[in-house]
């Protein structure tokens, strides 16, 4: 009798085990089950409160491991210079990002919550990170290939600070300079803005050939997720005014605004961004037929739509002044992650009020929930949920610099160069006995990164490591050159010194989005005046930066040479390399250049077509061995 129950009691032990074991076993938890069977198993095992956490996305200043624990938080992300702390280290970046993450992991069911960052030309919100030319000049290089290498070398330095999201790449077709987003869009030609989207496969690596298309796609832990955006028509609005309405016909939207979406899903891109912007006085934030009709079904994107920030808010006017209605709208037009960023209890309540009172379909919930959860299986984020410091020393390489500084170097678009091939002054000698270097920004790393640097604005002032274009003439040029920079001299100081030639370096002061907007786009006080008293006296190149086309006509024929240099952020080293003939210029414009502001909007193909400079113009240049 003792030996049966001995026997009885081991049979028991062994099944209490096996029952304990696959308890702890999960499906979702599983790397060798199929993507959707882990999708479908994690999403049978979650409350309301978790899916609804899922769907919010919070401010960095506001999140904390206790806060990602209590509300199943599915998302934070780090606003325009919003960091851990002045100059923050990439180690400093790691911790503040796996802090959050491990409140993630602490609860009931361990969902990893994904971190997301606007790395818009380079991992620009971090010091010391490389800050490659914003998206216009790039779309001067002609050069998909390159732009793919810059989204493959952002991606390492986005994970050199333990992020695995960015915002970015920005696929407007500008259809209007003085939008104060134009020099995030990379040509008013839409075929130029799909070759651009090769960017999204240096994100997130090559999509495998059997991949399904419209299928987000992340390679590894070397790559992060992207974000197309903004969706659709941003480019294209009234006068260019920032989130305004776009007026247009149907076939117009999907044969200009709408391409680039093809190519990025496609690629596979992960998420996709709603813009501010309406379409013909709808809100895209609450276009329904747009987002879940035409981007999920029409076009089977299968990847999480997100909102813009406080995106949802701005659907009434003033913002927020109906909460309720605007997540109604918002979460039933198809988006499925809210960019909140900051009074995450009050979206959490709201949502959860309608869907209990069945405003909002719980269909709708778990469509957003499972687009959620695919892309943070994709990213490997289950198998892989912290960072470590292995890769903080991509942050700012010399390889990435040399790969803006190339990039420099194709984007700038020589648009005169004296009065004939004759005349020609470009390429500037190097042995010139004595060179004026003039300009506000000649000797200014910020001015020469412009908005989207270390803070959303950007501001002047050598904020981040990098190389101005005075220093960079200065490592140009033989030693025996003296070369004089004075900001802004009058005419008695430029004819009193005798100067060989003279390198005018004036544009736009920083900015971003709304700020931006201009509608007279001339070059502030005192770019003008400099070109005037420098160019009056003496042989000048004049180098723009800025960040699209702006008012010059009233200066050329001041002018011996006009360079076009956008932004080209932190290499300014690229500069002097075509203007002393080192390389060659090769840049074309991205963007029509008008001759006045009446002339707006004004797009290659018009009727009425009279630009200062064509789309497409750009004078080409030989490099020289030595001179």
């Known amino acids: 009798m003792a030996k049966v129950s001995a026997f009885l009691i081991g049979i028991l032990v062994l099944y209490c085990w096996e029952a304990i074991a696959y308890a702890e076993y999960s499906i979702y938890k599983d790397p060798k089950?199929?993507?959707?069977?882990?999708?479908k198993d994690l999403?049978?095992?979650?409350?309301?409160?978790?899916?609804?956490?899922?769907?919010?996305?919070?401010?960095?200043?506001?999140?904390?491991?206790?806060?990602?624990?209590?509300?199943?938080?599915?998302?934070?992300?780090?606003g325009g210079g919003s960091v851990p702390g002045r100059q923050a280290s990439p180690e400093a970046w790691v911790d503040t990002v796996n802090e959050f993450q491990k409140g993630s992991l602490s609860t009931r069911l361990g969902i990893p919550m994904i971190y997301g960052i606007d790395a818009l030309h380079g991992h620009n919100n971090v010091y010391n990170a490389t800050i490659f030319p914003h998206n216009i000049g790039l779309g001067a290089t002609r050069d998909p290939q390159l732009v793919k290498k810059i989204g493959a070398a952002t991606a390492?330095?986005?994970?050199?600070?333990?992020?695995?999201?960015?915002f970015a790449p920005c696929i407007a077709v500008c259809r209007d300079p003085r939008w104060g987003r134009c020099y995030e869009s990379y040509s008013e030609d839409p075929k130029i803005v799909q070759a651009m989207t090769e960017i999204v496969l240096g994100l997130q690596g090559d999509i495998p050939a059997n991949s399904r298309k419209g299928v987000p796609y992340v390679a590894g832990k070397e790559k992060v997720a992207a974000c197309a955006k903004h969706y659709v028509g941003d480019g294209g609005t009234t006068e260019g005014i920032n989130a305004n309405n776009t007026v247009t016909s149907k076939h117009e939207l999907l044969s200009i605004h709408m391409p680039p979406y093809y190519n990025s899903i496609i690629k596979g891109v992960s998420t996709i961004m709603v813009s501010y912007s309406s379409w013909n006085g709808i809100k895209m934030h609450a276009n329904r037929d747009l987002v879940t009709g035409f981007l999920k079904n029409t076009l089977r994107f299968r990847g999480f739509v997100i909102s813009d920030m406080e995106g949802i808010d701005q659907m009434t006017s003033p913002p927020h002044a109906n909460y309720t209605y605007s997540i109604l709208a918002g979460v039933n037009a198809g988006i499925d992650m809210i960019m909140?960023?900051?009074?995450?209890?009050?979206?959490?309540?709201?949502?959860?009020?309608?869907v209990k009172n069945n405003f909002i379909p719980m269909t709708r919930i778990d469509d957003a929930v499972k687009r959620i959860l695919r892309v943070k299986f994709i990213m490997?984020?289950?198998?892989?949920?912290?960072?470590?410091?292995?890769?903080?020393?991509?942050?700012?390489?010399?390889?990435?610099?040399e790969l803006a500084r190339e990039a420099v170097r194709k984007s700038l678009v020589l648009l005169k160069n004296g009065e004939s091939a004759d005349e020609a002054l470009i390429p500037l000698s190097k042995k010139a006995s004595k060179i004026l270097v003039a300009g506000t920004h000649a000797d200014d790393i910020g001015n020469q990164c412009g908005g989207w640097t270390i803070e959303w604005q950007g501001r002047s002032g050598n904020i981040t490591h990098g190389t101005t274009i005075l220093t960079a003439i200065k490592d140009t040029v033989d030693p025996k050159t003296e070369v004089v920079f004075n900001e802004n001299p009058d005419t008695e100081y430029v004819k009193s010194k005798d100067f060989s030639f003279a390198i005018v370096v004036v544009g736009e002061p920083p900015y971003a989005e709304t700020y931006g907007d201009s509608l007279n786009l001339t070059i502030p006080d005192p770019g003008p005046s400099i070109i005037t008293n420098v160019c009056g006296c003496v042989k000048c190149v004049?180098?723009?930066?800025?960040?699209?086309?702006?008012?010059?006509?009233?200066?050329?024929?001041?002018?011996?040479?006009?360079?076009?240099?956008?932004?080209?952020?932190?290499?300014g080293q690229g500069v002097a390399d075509v203007l002393f003939g080192n390389y060659g210029f090769t840049g074309k414009l991205p963007h029509t250049w008008f001759k006045n502001v009446d002339q707006l909007p004004m797009n290659y193909g018009d009727l009425d077509y009279d630009p200062l400079f064509p789309f497409g113009y750009g004078l080409t240049t030989e490099p020289i061995k030595a001179n």
């Not at 609804?52 to 904390?64: D, F, L, Y």
């Not at 909140?340 to 309608?354: H, R, S």
């Not at 009233?554 to 006009?562: E, K, N, T, V």
């Open 542 to 571: 004049v180098v723009l930066i800025t960040g699209r086309p702006v008012v010059i006509q009233p200066y050329i024929a001041q002018i011996d040479a006009l360079v076009a240099g956008w932004l080209p952020g932190t290499e």
């Open 380 to 401: 490997g984020l289950f198998e892989n949920p912290l960072a470590d410091y292995s890769m903080t020393k991509y942050l700012g390489c010399q390889e990435h610099r």
């Open 156 to 166: 390492l330095e986005l994970r050199a600070t333990g992020i695995p999201y960015t």
């Open 33 to 39: 089950q199929p993507l959707n069977r882990r999708i």
């Open 340 to 354: 909140v960023p900051f009074n995450y209890t009050e979206f959490i309540d709201g949502l959860t009020f309608l």
């Open 43 to 78: 999403m049978s095992r979650m409350s309301l409160q978790e899916k609804i956490g899922q769907m919010t996305q919070i401010e960095r200043s506001v999140a904390s491991s206790e806060v990602m624990k209590k509300y199943y938080i599915g998302s934070v992300l780090g």
